[in-house]
């Protein structure tokens, strides 16, 4: 039997659907293509959509968000990350930074370029990227 998967998406949901959809609005400077008020976005990305929703009333307890001083040692845990390849890094590290959201690490250098870690306002893991000239 074959698994007749014809896409692939990736979402993330938040009790605080709006903060979070305000948050990729300006991080990403676009607009959600469809936009249900705290219920549900999706951004559209170079071969990727992303959505956000806010999980039904019976399923809050298991997205909730936890309290901020727990954030480095339960968030830093997570294997889940959303990578957004950038051209140049430094710009992307300042414009979450603007955003309020300044990066906590260093720029870590590998070889496949170069990366440091973020998070959005629910403390999901962002790795900002930028590839290593002609690893692309």
């Given at each position: 039997m074959v698994f007749p998967?014809?896409?692939?998406?990736?979402?993330?949901?938040s009790v605080n659907c709006e903060n979070l959809v305000?948050?990729?609005?300006?991080l990403l400077e676009q607009k959600p293509v469809t936009l249900i008020?705290?219920?549900?976005?999706?951004f559209r990305l170079?071969?990727?959509?992303?959505g956000i929703f806010k999980p039904k009333n019976t399923?809050?307890?298991?997205f909730e968000v936890i309290s901020?001083?727990?954030l480095c040692s339960v968030y830093a845990k997570s294997k889940i990350?959303?990578?957004l390849e950038v051209s140049k890094l430094e710009d992307a590290i300042a414009h979450i930074t603007a955003l309020g959201y300044p990066p906590p690490g260093k720029i870590s250098i590998a070889s496949h370029g170069r990366e440091i870690y973020a998070y959005d306002p629910d403390?999901?893991?962002l790795i900002l990227h930028q590839a290593a000239t002609g690893s692309h």
């Open positions: 998967c014809v896409d692939a998406f990736v979402t993330i949901a305000n948050f990729y609005t300006k008020p705290n219920v549900y976005a999706e170079t071969n990727m959509r992303l399923n809050e307890s298991e901020n001083d727990k990350s959303l990578c403390g999901n893991r």
